[in-house]
């Protein structure tokens, strides 16, 4: 509790910063730290933990869940977007309610989905669905490990065989004997990779990064509790 009031206070004294220009600057930095450190806290640093111990006793299922919430939380903060499950025809444009939409839209499109869920033509164009689709992952494993606490149809989470380094693997899903697997540290370390190109993007000197860090500021703000205020110009929409 005391680590949580703690950053709520911090993102406090910086948002004031920020209200004037979307321009990177070390105010912008300030808040890029913080975001890269609550989620080491709370979510990497604890599944690192869980796969140093190695004890292979279906402690995959907690990592896979924990990584569908990353995954979710990582398309919403890249558009801005806040969901509202009674999302109105009249509610703000910022808010969302199909999580499937944004959930597989990020997994057709992320780098790090690459070959996975969507791979480049001959003509170096984006293809999706192939080798797996995201649709399939979405009902069967997130929908799956959220609502039912297993995975389903032929998806099986498992460790990543000794012969492949975990750390460089771009590839988590496979398929073997008709089973499609998971291999949850590959996709560990693929999730980290996605915060560390996420954080370089917010910090280019790009319009496009300014977009960014527009939508990153509101979903500071929501994820601190502080309502939409008109004054800063991230909430307008």
Request: aromatic share 14%; net charge positive.
């Amino acid at each position: 509790m005391e680590a949580e009031l703690q950053e709520k206070d911090d993102w406090a004294k910086i948002r004031k910063t920020l209200i004037l220009s979307y321009k990177y600057d070390s105010n912008w930095e300030d808040a890029i730290n913080l975001f890269n450190k609550r989620l080491q806290r709370k979510f990497f640093e604890p599944i690192q933990h869980i796969i140093k111990e190695k004890k292979l006793k279906g402690e995959g299922f907690t990592i896979v869940t924990v990584q569908c919430a990353l995954i979710e939380m990582f398309a919403a903060f890249r558009v801005g977007k806040i969901f509202n499950h009674n999302k109105l025809s009249n509610s703000p444009n910022y808010e969302y309610k199909e999580s499937q939409r944004m959930f597989t839209s990020f997994l057709n499109s992320a780098s790090i989905f690459k070959d996975n869920f969507w791979q480049l033509n001959e003509k170096n164009k984006s293809e999706i669905g192939r080798p797996y689709n995201a649709k399939d992952f979405y009902k069967q494993v997130r929908c799956g490990l959220m609502h039912e606490a297993r995975t389903k149809g032929d998806w099986h989470i498992t460790a990543t065989p000794l012969t492949k380094s975990v750390k460089s693997e771009k590839q988590f899903l496979v398929t073997e004997d008709g089973k499609i697997k998971i291999y949850r540290t590959v996709l560990h370390y693929r999730l980290l990779d996605y915060l560390r190109e996420y954080s370089v993007s917010l910090r280019k000197d790009a319009k496009e990064s300014e977009e960014l860090r527009k939508f990153f500021a509101r979903k500071l703000d929501h994820l601190f509790d502080f309502k939409s205020d008109l004054k800063y110009d991230w909430w307008t929409e």
